[in-house]
């Protein structure tokens, strides 16, 4: 007999993890050289979070049905998930700016690590990972 397996949960990692890769792959495009942190990093296009969630998602209105409890539930936390993205990543680009602006009043020319990258996601980075999380999802089917 062969063990269950959960598709929602499997569509969710490759999801999040080929949101990842392609990261890499871009960055490896764009700057010619490997960069391994990008599959550990949070920010960029596509989103992880945002296309785990929505693999998850659309699994589980496969396996139970869009009427199910179970999708209205994975359908709640797969939106607030994707406006908390969105939204702290904004606010931490913001307090980034913030930073720089506190550092040029007192005249410091070094920046912490925090003040100089921004972290903002846009709504392009959620929706583009929504959407690789909906075709892995199709896929693992």
């Not at 994707?82 to 550092?103: G, M, T």
Request: aromatic share 6%; with cysteine; proline share 5%.
């Amino acid at each position: 007999m062969n063990p269950p397996t959960s598709l929602p949960f499997v569509a969710a990692v490759v999801a999040g993890m080929m949101a990842q890769a392609i990261k890499v792959l871009s960055f490896l495009v764009l700057e010619k050289r490997i960069n391994y942190r990008r599959f550990v990093q949070t920010d960029g296009t596509p989103n992880m979070h945002s296309a785990a969630f929505a693999a998850l998602t659309l699994e589980v209105a496969i396996r139970d049905g869009f009427g199910s409890i179970p999708f209205a539930l994975a359908l709640c936390v797969t939106a607030m998930v994707s406006v908390d993205i969105w939204n702290v990543k904004r606010a931490a680009s913001r307090h980034a700016e913030l930073i720089e602006l506190i550092l040029d009043r007192i005249g410091r020319t070094e920046r912490p690590e925090a003040a100089r990258k921004a972290l903002s996601y846009t709504p392009v980075d959620v929706l583009a990972g929504t959407a690789l999380g909906c075709i892995v999802a199709l896929l693992v089917v």
